[in-house]
């Protein structure tokens, strides 16, 4: 069950209406932040404007049901889907007009929805991806060692390491396959990668056991170009120049380009 709260504006009928899609981690529907709630900030302006605005517990918290550690971001989209087939259900609702407005992950899982629904009439992306997880990552721990001061040479080691393991992701789809493949490129390193990269057996376990949850493995599998280049309905896409997650200097050309190769 999702639990979740729809604002309509004093007046009018036939409304256009949206869904906000929080990011990633469990969020409350407010996607409260450091004593923020930046989501009810948006529905509260959005409301205001004449827009009736739908935002949800995620799985498992507030007032919302469900298994959160064992979905993805596919099944967060079933879930989106679910908001859109009960916005249709209100007489109040122009169901032409329903679009999704999503934060970091919330964008990606925004791209998915629209892609198995023909409903959505448009979409936000609030610094959502156009580059892969995997290559996200690897940009965020080379910009972390930038920062600790590490050499080229061992950032160099690392962005290597890290796409021969997130490739496996890409090439197989069986947990066990992947899981000892990633020792067997473990087992090529040497005693001084290995302690270059930080990365001991120990650590080497704890990767492959977060590596292969449900939710990481469809992350390190998914590539948003594909989908976007499916999407048919019209998309805004905003991304943070000082934004240090989901940079905009590599996600934004590439959104673009993938819209319009579609």
């Excluded at 969020?27 to 605005?53: C, M, W």
């Excluded at 550690?69 to 099944?75: I, N």
């Amino acid at each position: 069950k999702l639990a979740g709260t729809l604002t309509f504006p004093n007046s009018g009928s036939s409304l256009p209406a949206v869904i906000l899609i929080t990011g990633s981690g469990q969020q409350k529907r407010n996607q409260e932040i450091s004593g923020h709630k930046p989501f009810l900030v948006l529905a509260d302006y959005l409301t205001r404007q004449g827009i009736a605005v739908l935002r949800v517990d995620d799985r498992g918290i507030g007032g919302s049901t469900g298994n959160f550690k064992q979905s993805t971001s596919g099944d967060f989209a079933d879930d989106v889907l679910a908001g859109i087939e009960y916005l249709k259900g209100r007489k109040e609702i122009d169901s032409k007009k329903m679009g999704l407005i999503g934060h970091s992950e919330g964008g990606l899982i925004a791209q998915i929805t629209a892609d198995r629904s023909s409903d959505v009439a448009f979409i936000v992306s609030m610094a959502g991806p156009g580059i892969g997880f995997d290559e996200m990552v690897i940009f965020q721990v080379l910009e972390q060692l930038r920062l600790e001061g590490t050499s080229e040479e061992d950032i160099e080691l690392q962005r290597s390491w890290r796409r021969s393991l997130y490739s496996l992701f890409k090439q197989n789809s069986d947990s066990t396959t992947i899981a000892n493949k990633m020792k067997a490129l473990h087992s090529e390193l040497s005693e001084n990668e290995i302690k270059r990269l930080n990365w001991p057996k120990g650590r080497l376990d704890y990767e492959i056991k977060r590596s292969l949850s449900p939710w990481w493995h469809f992350a390190l599998s998914y590539d948003p170009s594909v989908t976007l280049k499916r999407l048919e309905c019209p998309v805004l896409a905003i991304n943070g120049d000082k934004d240090k997650q989901v940079p905009s200097n590599k996600n934004l050309p590439a959104i673009e380009k993938a819209l319009h190769d579609g």
